[in-house]
């Protein structure tokens, strides 16, 4: 029983390790804003200084700057920090 449950507690701590790194480390390449902003060019720019996420459907940004525009609107956004969470249910 000890034996299960210590691989559970191990697999768990890598998957958090492996989610921690991969995802604070793709957001804080240059690579990844490129890709976001090459999506929809003519819609949305969007750049920041520093980004991080602790868990799943939440990031945290510093020096967050955005622009965009819909077919009725201009909209832009400048933000010392800002935060972004995706909620599941109602989608």
Request: glycine fraction near 6%.
């Amino acid at each position: 029983m000890k034996k299960g449950l210590s691989q559970l507690v191990s697999a768990t701590l890598i998957l958090v390790a492996l989610y921690l790194v991969g995802v604070n480390l793709a957001l804080n390449l240059p690579a990844t804003q490129v890709y976001l902003n090459s999506l929809r060019p003519d819609r949305l720019a969007i750049g920041w200084e520093r980004a991080w996420s602790w868990y799943p459907l939440r990031v945290e940004f510093r020096g967050l700057a955005a622009d965009g525009q819909t077919p009725t609107e201009q909209w832009q956004v400048d933000a010392g920090r800002a935060a972004a969470s995706v909620s599941l249910l109602p989608l």
